[in-house]
């Protein structure tokens, strides 16, 4: 029962460059999100979904793109890396749009 | 603008000595207040949801509670594996299910 699972955990990029990050689930929730994690600013939202082909900006969408023509995965992609993108990326998804979300473990970006 | 603030930033304790950690929010309107736990390179594991003033929820050596402004965490008789960044964020009345984090308060429980 894997969940939540994020691809790649690390990656190293240059600015400039295009970058996908991957998060795939297993239990068919319907609304799925993007966070960032930086010091001093705790967790905050870069897009969410509340279901396939639905998605909306949060609070820090500046430089992401993301999609969702499947259930099952919600790809945030940085079309051209900047150094000030380098941060913890976190998925997490969630049943009906008013219970807890569940987190995957992470994908750690340095953008050089 | 909806806000959440934790309190304090960090909290040292020695095993077995009890403490509490602060969570305030200003928001427009609340859905459901949660807590979170965090392990150094893992993603946030949900802890407990409170809905309305007055509501209590208990784990082990985990209580929390809630006011129409700030919800507590309180921990009794803490253990080393208690130690971990705790996480609160805040529901708005919506169909986005977005939350509202707090920027965490990171506990050190030394045996």
């Known amino acids: 029962d894997a969940g939540i699972t994020q691809s790649p955990r690390y990656k190293i990029t240059e600015t400039g460059r295009q970058v996908t990050l991957m998060c795939h689930q297993t239990?068919?929730?319907?609304?799925m999100f993007w966070y960032r994690q930086d010091l001093g600013h705790g967790l905050r939202l870069i897009y969410y979904?509340?279901?396939?082909?639905?998605?909306d900006k949060g609070e820090v969408p500046d430089g992401y793109v993301v999609s969702r023509s499947k259930t099952e995965n919600f790809p945030l992609t940085l079309e051209s890396a900047t150094r000030s993108q380098t941060s913890v990326y976190f998925c997490a998804t969630e049943r009906t749009g008013d219970q807890p979300q569940h987190f995957g473990d992470g994908t750690r970006l340095s953008i050089l | 603008e909806d806000q959440v603030t934790q309190s304090p930033e960090a909290l040292r304790l020695q095993e077995g000595e009890s403490s509490s950690l602060n969570c305030s929010y200003t928001v427009s309107g609340l859905r459901g207040l949660f807590w979170y736990r965090q392990d150094p390179g893992k993603g946030p594991e949900f802890l407990f949801t409170?809905?309305?003033a007055g509501e209590e929820k208990e784990k082990e050596r985990l209580k929390a509670t809630l006011t129409k402004k700030e919800s507590f965490l309180h921990i009794t008789a803490p253990k080393p594996e208690d130690s971990a960044t705790y996480l609160c964020?805040?529901?708005?009345?919506?169909?986005?299910?977005?939350?509202?984090f707090g920027q965490g308060t990171t506990l050190q429980v030394k045996p």
């Open positions: 964020a805040v529901q708005v009345p919506s169909n986005t299910g977005k939350l509202i």
């Open positions: 239990w068919s929730h319907s609304y």
């Open positions: 409170l809905y309305s």
């Open positions: 979904s509340a279901a396939a082909d639905i998605t």
